[in-house]
Structure formats: structure tokens, C-alpha cells
């Protein structure tokens, strides 16, 4: 059987892979794994902080995760629709014992998942994931009477994250006009409120949620959106969250798209001029465009790639010492203000670096040239064989050596969706078109159900 937890939490459609059923035995199975290996604190009961993105299918797994968690003997407090950093960090602040968030992040609407988060606001890692797994609807001793977990309203952790996303940037957004597009997502309320705060001129888009359009054409994933909206309103950037806000896109004034990678390149320049870039360094991904590494050396910042995941740019960040980290993808990892990607974060602090420096995200983002490259999602295939199929291994190293030394591939699974992601960077544009499309037709073939 294929591994419940992907890189990202359990993920699938709701009511159908992600039932209620599966979502209070994961709770309950969560309580007893992390209370087991001594992750709570003693001396009082279990406290979990329980969040949720506004998808209308949120609204009955959220149930179902408080009454699993309340029936295990854990205490819960409800913090309604919040990004999932901002469960994360109540998670940390409050001093609880457990996190969960209920969002699919990116996908669909009709998707949802379930994060957990340890004390502190840590992601869990792959072991604990598995001992969860392993202990799924196992007979247990139920707590009766007193002893089982009582459940509270927390409505005030949206005004407590705001507050700690405004306490950390470098500088104020006075004279900033910016278009922020929510994705009717999880940040409808803070990501627009933490930048008004701090002076900027703010127009926000996609900001009402109501259960059924989230990430519907807006969004991270649909940035002519924002890039319309800036481009109509004479504004200086735009800023493109997800359904969770654990990711931030941008666009210039000219409506140009600001990636991951360059936001990642302008945030390590700042925290270098500053000094607090820990050891010089900063931890991205193998997806990260080559043109981000270039830039980098060209600097003399040092980078580490991971695996495709925040997850894994936040182990790399921890085991080296790092404070910055970040994916193509928009997760971008602060350490010194976070446990985990946060789109309000990263948006607040790249804006107060064009807002400090007087100079344009067009300029400030130049210092990476990407190189072309192109990405296709390819569906309905056995993503598991993808790095066994002899065919599929044959197509790739032709590719390779067609690109030689001036691009790359990578076909990796998707951990948080049935495809598999074929990447080319090459030389121009029409090459890594060419290459890519051939590819995927091959994994299509190869790998067909």
C-alpha cells in the first residue's frame, strides 16, 4: 500500500479519500504516538491547536479532528480559518502540545488534508508519520467522565499571528501601493491586515471566501490575476498567496512574474547587508531554477539543495544552522521568525526591502536571470514506477545528452498530488518545450494505469 502521509500531511478528495472517519482516527492515533514518546508536556492534560482553511469541507473534518482529539483525553482550542503557519506558530506561542491544520494548501477545492505540527510548531517527521500511520484504528482504552478532552473558541489567534508577522518586519511599507490576492483562501483577513499595518497602501483581491472558491482561477497558481490588478491600479508590486498562505508569489509593477527563487535571492542579499545570515548560506531546492544557484555564487552565498518539499528545506535549515530557506514554489522558511513556510511572512519582509532601499522589485529581482525552463504535470499514471521504468530512464538520458552542459531534467512524483512532474531547463525556450513535452509523453506511455 502506498504511504499515507505525503510530503505534506494526508492529502486527498474530500469525503471520498479524506473522510471524516480517516480524519478522527488520525487524530486519535496522533494523540497516542505523540503522547507515547514523551512529545507532550506533564503535569496537565494535552492541548491541541486546531485551524482550517475556508473550504466548505474543512468545516466537518475539523469536527471530526476535535472529537478525536477531545475523546483521546487532549483539550482543544479552535482557532477557526487561519493560515497554516499561523496554526504553527499558536502552536509554539500558546505552548501547546499539538497543531493541526485542516487545507489542501494549492489544490482544488473539492481537496483537503490534514498537518499535524509537534510542540513548538514543528512539522512532524517521516517516523512519527509512520508510527501514526501504524496505529490507525487500534483498540485503545477511551478516557470517560473528567478525563475527556474539553473544547474551546480561540477566535483571538488571528489578531495574535498579525501582530507577530507585523513585529517582525525590518522596516515600514509607508508609500507602497499594493494588490494582495487572498485566493479566498485562509489569509482573506491577515495577509491584507499585517500590510495595512505597516503603512501600505493596500488593495485586496480574492479575498472573500465562502467555502467553495478557494484557489478557484486566483490565487499562486493563477497570477494574471494579480498581474491584471497591478497593472490597472499603477501599483508598486503584487503579492499572490495560496489557499493556506504558506506560500508567496510576486509581480512587479509592470506585471511581471517574481518567482520563489528570486524572492529567495533578494531576501538572502537583504539578511547578508544586515548580517543576519546565518553562515553565508541558504538551502533551496532541486527544483530551483539554475539561474537562482548562478546568482548566488556570482554573490558569494553559499546553497544547499534538498529534496522537493519545505519539510525538507526546513530539516536541511536545522542540521546545517541555516535561518533561510525556500522552494521555486513560493515556501519560503525564516527560521528567526517562524517554524515553517509562511506566505504573510515572506511578504511582509520583501516588501520592506523595496520599501527600505527606495529601489524597484523589478531591479531587486534582476539579480537572478533565470534560465528557460519548462514544467508539465503529467496525470494518470503509476507515479511510484517513475524512477524504475527502463523506457522512461532511456528518454531521460537522450534528453540529457541533447541538452549537454547548457540545461538539465528532473522527473520527480508529486508528494502532494497523482502525477509526475517533468522539468527542463535548457538554453532557449523552444528547446525545453520540445524536450519537456517529449518527456512527458513518454512517462504518459510508459507509466499509463
Given at each position: 500500500?502506498?504511504?499515507?502521509?505525503?510530503?505534506?500531511?494526508?492529502?486527498?478528495?474530500?469525503?471520498?479519500?479524506?473522510?471524516?472517519?480517516?480524519?478522527?482516527?488520525?487524530?486519535?492515533?496522533?494523540?497516542?504516538?505523540?503522547?507515547?514518546?514523551?512529545?507532550?508536556?506533564?503535569?496537565?492534560?494535552?492541548?491541541?491547536?486546531?485551524?482550517?482553511?475556508?473550504?466548505?469541507?474543512?468545516?466537518?473534518?475539523?469536527?471530526?479532528?476535535?472529537?478525536?482529539?477531545?475523546?483521546?483525553?487532549?483539550?482543544?482550542?479552535?482557532?477557526?480559518?487561519?493560515?497554516?503557519?499561523?496554526?504553527?506558530?499558536?502552536?509554539?506561542?500558546?505552548?501547546?502540545?499539538?497543531?493541526?491544520?485542516?487545507?489542501?494548501?494549492?489544490?482544488?477545492?473539492?481537496?483537503?488534508?490534514?498537518?499535524?505540527?509537534?510542540?513548538?510548531?514543528?512539522?512532524?517527521?517521516?517516523?512519527?508519520?509512520?508510527?501514526?500511520?501504524?496505529?490507525?484504528?487500534?483498540?485503545?482504552?477511551?478516557?470517560?467522565?473528567?478525563?475527556?478532552?474539553?473544547?474551546?473558541?480561540?477566535?483571538?489567534?488571528?489578531?495574535?499571528?498579525?501582530?507577530?508577522?507585523?513585529?517582525?518586519?525590518?522596516?515600514?511599507?509607508?508609500?507602497?501601493?499594493?494588490v494582495v490576492d487572498c485566493a479566498h483562501g485562509a489569509a482573506y483577513r491577515a495577509a491584507p491586515e499585517a500590510l495595512r499595518r505597516l503603512g501600505a497602501d493596500v488593495t485586496a483581491v480574492c479575498a472573500e471566501p465562502d467555502g467553495l472558491n478557494i484557489?478557484?482561477?486566483?490565487?499562486?497558481?493563477?497570477?494574471?490575476?494579480?498581474?491584471?490588478?497591478?497593472?490597472?491600479?499603477?501599483?508598486?508590486?503584487?503579492?499572490?498567496?495560496?489557499?493556506?498562505?504558506?506560500?508567496?508569489?510576486?509581480?512587479?509593477?509592470?506585471?511581471?512574474?517574481?518567482?520563489?527563487?528570486?524572492?529567495?535571492?533578494?531576501?538572502?542579499?537583504?539578511?547578508?547587508?544586515?548580517?543576519?545570515?546565518?553562515?553565508?548560506?541558504?538551502?533551496?531546492?532541486?527544483?530551483?531554477?539554475?539561474?537562482?544557484?548562478?546568482?548566488?555564487?556570482?554573490?558569494?552565498?553559499?546553497?544547499?539543495?534538498?529534496?522537493?518539499?519545505?519539510?525538507?528545506?526546513?530539516?536541511?535549515?536545522?542540521?546545517?544552522?541555516?535561518?533561510?530557506?525556500?522552494?521555486?514554489?513560493?515556501?519560503?522558511?525564516?527560521?528567526?521568525?517562524?517554524?515553517?513556510?509562511?506566505?504573510?511572512?515572506?511578504?511582509?519582509?520583501?516588501?520592506?526591502?523595496?520599501?527600505?532601499?527606495?529601489?524597484?522589485?523589478?531591479?531587486?529581482?534582476?539579480?537572478?536571470?533565470?534560465?528557460?525552463?519548462?514544467?508539465?504535470?503529467?496525470?494518470?499514471?503509476?507515479?511510484?514506477?517513475?524512477?524504475?521504468?527502463?523506457?522512461?530512464?532511456?528518454?531521460?538520458?537522450?534528453?540529457?545528452?541533447?541538452?549537454?552542459?547548457?540545461?538539465r531534467v528532473l522527473l520527480r512524483p508529486s508528494g502532494t498530488e497523482p502525477v509526475v512532474r517533468v522539468m527542463v531547463e535548457a538554453a532557449t525556450h523552444d528547446q525545453a518545450e520540445s524536450v519537456a513535452?517529449?518527456?512527458?509523453?513518454?512517462?504518459?506511455?510508459?507509466?499509463?494505469?
Open positions: 500500500m502506498a504511504r499515507l502521509f505525503g510530503t505534506d500531511g494526508v492529502r486527498g478528495l474530500a469525503n471520498s479519500d479524506l473522510t471524516a472517519e480517516l480524519a478522527l482516527d488520525l487524530s486519535v492515533a496522533a494523540a497516542h504516538v505523540l503522547g507515547e514518546i514523551g512529545a507532550f508536556g506533564s503535569g496537565r492534560r494535552p492541548v491541541a491547536v486546531v485551524g482550517r482553511d475556508p473550504r466548505a469541507s474543512g468545516e466537518f473534518l475539523e469536527a471530526a479532528v476535535v472529537a478525536g482529539l477531545a475523546s483521546a483525553g487532549t483539550d482543544v482550542l479552535k482557532v477557526g480559518v487561519l493560515p497554516t503557519p499561523a496554526v504553527a506558530f499558536l502552536t509554539g506561542m500558546l505552548d501547546a502540545d499539538l497543531g493541526v491544520m485542516l487545507s489542501a494548501s494549492h489544490n482544488p477545492m473539492p481537496d483537503n488534508g490534514i498537518k499535524f505540527f509537534a510542540k513548538g510548531g514543528q512539522k512532524l517527521d517521516d517516523a512519527i508519520e509512520d508510527a501514526i500511520e501504524a496505529r490507525l484504528r487500534e483498540p485503545w482504552n477511551r478516557p470517560t467522565g473528567a478525563e475527556v478532552g474539553r473544547v474551546h473558541e480561540h477566535p483571538e489567534g488571528v489578531e495574535t499571528y498579525i501582530s507577530h508577522i507585523v513585529g517582525t518586519a525590518p522596516a515600514r511599507l509607508d508609500g507602497l501601493r499594493v484557489n478557484h482561477n486566483c490565487g499562486s497558481t493563477h497570477l494574471d490575476v494579480v498581474a491584471a490588478e497591478v497593472v490597472a491600479a499603477g501599483a508598486d508590486v503584487g503579492i499572490a498567496h495560496d489557499g493556506d498562505a504558506d506560500r508567496c508569489l510576486a509581480v512587479d509593477a509592470t506585471g511581471e512574474v517574481v518567482d520563489g527563487d528570486q524572492i529567495l535571492a533578494v531576501l538572502a542579499l537583504a539578511m547578508r547587508a544586515q548580517g543576519t545570515l546565518r553562515r553565508g548560506s541558504v538551502v533551496s531546492t532541486v527544483m530551483s531554477n539554475e539561474g537562482f544557484r548562478l546568482a548566488m555564487r556570482r554573490e558569494g552565498i553559499n546553497v544547499f539543495d534538498t529534496a522537493v518539499g519545505d519539510r525538507y528545506v526546513l530539516e536541511a535549515m536545522k542540521a546545517g544552522g541555516y535561518n533561510l530557506g525556500g522552494e521555486q514554489s513560493g515556501h519560503v522558511v525564516m527560521l528567526d521568525h517562524g517554524t515553517t513556510g509562511d506566505g504573510v511572512l515572506t511578504a511582509v519582509h520583501l516588501l520592506a526591502q523595496v520599501a527600505s532601499t527606495g529601489t524597484s522589485l523589478a531591479e531587486l529581482a534582476s539579480v537572478v536571470q533565470r534560465l528557460p525552463q519548462v514544467l508539465v504535470n503529467v496525470k494518470g499514471v503509476d507515479k511510484s514506477r517513475v524512477a524504475l521504468d527502463e523506457g522512461v530512464k532511456t528518454a531521460v538520458a537522450e534528453a540529457e545528452t541533447e541538452l549537454g552542459a547548457t540545461g513535452r517529449r518527456l512527458a509523453a513518454t512517462v504518459q506511455a510508459e507509466l499509463a494505469l
